[in-house]
């Protein structure tokens, strides 16, 4: 009964029922194509666990795995879903006292006596670093403990 039996009304139905469902159809291929784009910040805020568990580059460790217990020395170099240790795909960002106007950088733990900051490099393995904060330079890590300082007001 969907089809054209020369009946000017069954037309006019038959071709309102067409526009529907060519309108729904092209609807959900719109829906499904948007669904598959990801916004650009979208890994940004991802966080693997056991990156924020781990001291990877000197940073400190979260003790209590929770979100809510997120600071920015538990997500430093953990952004965008990166793995546990500094790689060569994926280094960490130098320990180095920053400018006092670097609002970028995060702490490492604090060199101490019982921190020495060494890094236990091991060719091939890492951990890596970039050269500093601003150079996508990848090298060795050489200090994974941040020197203690004042940040004047």
Known sequence: ????????????????????????????????????????????????????????GGKIALNIPSPFNLTD?????????????CTK???????DKPSEFDLRWKQCKICSTENSGGCNFKNGKGPYCYQSATSRTVIPCTKCCTEPHLISS
């Open 89 to 95: 795909a994926f280094p960490c960002t130098p320990c």
């Open 73 to 85: 020395e538990n997500t430093r170099d953990c952004g965008q879903a990166r793995p546990r240790s």
């Open 1 to 56: 009964r969907f089809f054209f039996n020369g009946d000017p009304h069954n037309i006019r139905t038959n071709v309102l029922f067409f526009i529907v469902w060519a309108g729904i159809l092209i609807q959900f291929f719109e829906l499904s194509i948007a669904s598959l784009h990801l916004p650009n910040n979208y890994h940004q805020n991802a966080f693997r666990q056991d990156c924020l568990l781990s001291e990877k």
